[in-house]
């Protein structure tokens, strides 16, 4: 069902696929009319910066992968190319827990697989029996099963159980803050797969993989930084998009209810305990599967069983500033940060030490510093009070880091039932939960919990979804 000259797009959520959403649909289609529906009082979604006496602090992403091509192309198309900035080239390290003590993830390394020997040979953060065990995946059989497994499933077969606990588990589970024994392969490290099927061999793969881009490779001009952010931090992307949106934007709107009458859509709508009904030809739905389970129960719910399959967990960050002079002797702040593994016991997931991974995040003088608690490890801790909260990041620093200076200034962020959980299974139920959808003419289902978590992912989501009303590719 695509759009004519009188269509009504209804978008419920104004998070990031949200916005992308009508803001292509906005260039597409300039002569359609859309309302965008926000149930709190801002829009953005996670992507949300504080600004506050010369500190940038992100409460939600700090940046995007170049990797994959949209949110970039989406920071060019909004003018803010000017003011994309790309994460420190010259402290790009990054250091794991292991026995208490800060080791330096290995050079060579590819998420967790090795494509330089020598250094990661000579790394500290596995056992000689446990590299060893690592370099078997040069002789280990492909899985012949197509059948989705999980990540701690997959990495165990070809790496062997310390590459899980130590290197795969806090990096690849750390991404989605998932519990690698019910994080699925297939919806998450897809092309982890396909090296597998293609070469046998991940670390074959890898080396072949690297070959081919190395023979492509333009020598004049160098690829952008793997991370990218904006000098005023991430919610810079969210005021730009509001900026150049022409439709009308309803905050503090709660969806209730969507319903399918005849050949249109009746949305109900509450704002300020006054429902409204409004009529839409097409309804795109961008909020958390759970959520979008509850507006959609009248209009199909069979689908709504499948969203409500789609678990959530909840998360907290706490960034700390600090004096540099307040660091212990010894403590540099020389990276990104650290991954702290399941096996070390400790209350943190990381710490990303933001104001050497990006420029301009904190004053001359002083440090910022970002600790991420909760997920599928202590997910209780996601929800305690304030003062509790900061009390346990700074034990943690006092212990990790013997960091016992008081912090000049804090800022938590709660991402509470926020964080979608791709388990094993997590394609099938999505392609379900689309072949559902698709029955109902109009209707359309993007956002974090389908097909990917990150900005790029959304934003493509937001592009797929366009392209599906419009019956046009955009460019």
Known sequence: ???????????????????????????????????????????????????????????????????????????????????????????????????????????????????????????QILSNAGKFRMLGDLFIPRRESRED???ASFIQRRFGHECLDRLAGPLMGGIYVSDP???????????????????????????????????????????????????????????????????????????????????????????????????????????????AARVLEPAHWAMCDMLQDIRYVSTATASLAYQASDLPQG???????????????????????????FAGRAPEGTVLMRAFVGGNRHEADAELPDDELLELVRDEFKDLFKLEAPPMGHHISRWLHANPQYDVGHRERVDIIDRYAAEVPGLHIAGSAYRGIGLPDCIHGAIKTVEAMTGTALP
């Open 331 to 357: 403590f540099e702040l020389d990276g990104f940060g650290v991954l702290i593994p399941e096996v070390e016991n400790r209350r943190l997931i990381a710490c990303t030490w933001s104001s050497t991974k």
């Open 181 to 291: 024994k019910t994080m699925s392969m297939e919806s998450t490290f897809p092309s982890f797969i396909q090296l597998e099927r293609e070469h046998r061999s991940l670390i074959l793969g890898m080396k072949a993989a690297a070959k081919k881009r190395s023979a492509g490779k333009n020598p004049a001009s160098a690829p952008p930084a793997m991370f990218m952010s904006l000098q005023g931090g991430m919610q810079e992307l969210i005021e730009a998009l509001v900026t150049q949106l022409k439709g009308t934007l309803k905050t503090s709107t709660f969806a209730k209810s969507v319903r399918r009458s005849q050949s249109r859509f009746l949305v109900e709508l509450e704002t300020h305990h006054r429902a409204i009904p409004v009529s839409a030809t097409h309804v795109v739905v961008t909020l958390p599967a759970w959520e």
């Open 1 to 123: 069902m695509t759009l004519g000259p009188s269509s009504h797009v209804m978008i419920l959520g104004g998070g990031i696929t949200g916005l992308a959403t009508a803001y292509y649909l906005q260039k597409a289609r300039p002569d359609v009319r859309y309302t965008l529906v926000e149930q709190s009082s801002r829009l953005g979604g996670k992507v949300t910066t504080t600004r506050e006496n010369g500190f940038v602090i992100e409460g939600g992403p700090d940046s995007f992968i170049t990797d994959k091509p949209w949110a970039l192309q989406l920071c060019r198309d909004l003018g803010l190319e000017d003011r994309l900035i790309p994460s420190n080239r010259e402290s790009q390290k990054v250091y794991l827990l292991r026995h208490g003590k800060l080791v330096q993830y290995p050079g060579g390394l590819r998420l967790a697989v090795p494509t330089k020997i020598r250094p990661f040979l000579k790394s």
């Open 149 to 151: 497994e999980s990540l």
